[in-house]
């Protein structure tokens, strides 16, 4: 058709080890027939994304049919930075009977500043009931207890040294 102007524009989501990507699939294949440049992307990736070092994050790749680019980079999921935190491959089975970690009220305080910005949470301490849930779900004990009870705990002021602001 003469005169037909087909815009490239478009967004692309993608989960990609952090600091890791490639050109490769999920990427390359997406991008190639675009006007982007597929390496300009991936360095651009690794380089926001160097201090989620393997853990998948999820990255919004933005392009213009002139071949510009923007990323938005959104944090990792809750599970994958507790098992990174704690050094597990994965959750339990059994999440109500089998624990297969633990992980410190401080690691909590870390991981729930970490996603404070995309939960509902709107302090410290609620993002951190928010992150024990998780825990609950994947067997992991918070200070050697059940994560289950994390939150009466929080709430009866148990953790308010650590979970301060």
């Known amino acids: ?6 815009d490239m524009a478009g967004t692309v989501d993608v989960l990609v080890e952090g600091g890791r990507a490639n050109p490769g699939p999920p990427i390359g294949p997406v991008l190639g027939p ?3 440049d597929v390496q300009a992307v991936v360095g651009e990736i690794n380089k926001v994304t160097a201090a989620f070092d393997g853990t998948q994050v999820p990255v919004k790749i933005i392009y213009e049919d002139d071949g510009s680019f923007k990323l938005e980079v959104g944090s990792p999921p809750t599970a994958a ?3 990174k935190e704690i050094g597990i491959e994965k959750g339990s089975g059994y999440a109500k009977r089998s624990f297969v970690g633990d992980i410190s009220v401080e690691q909590i305080k870390k991981i729930a500043a970490q996603k404070l910005p995309g939960l509902l949470s709107y302090d410290i301490k609620n993002a951190a009931k928010e992150v024990s849930g998780t825990c609950v779900a994947l067997g992991i004990t ?5 994560a289950r009870d994390f939150k ?6 148990a953790y308010d040294d650590i979970l301060s602001e």
């Open 1 to 6: 058709m003469a005169g037909f102007r087909q």
């Open 34 to 36: 675009t006007p982007v």
């Open 81 to 83: 930075l507790i098992k």
């Open 142 to 146: 918070i200070d050697g207890k059940n």
């Open 152 to 157: 009466e705990r929080v709430d009866s002021g």
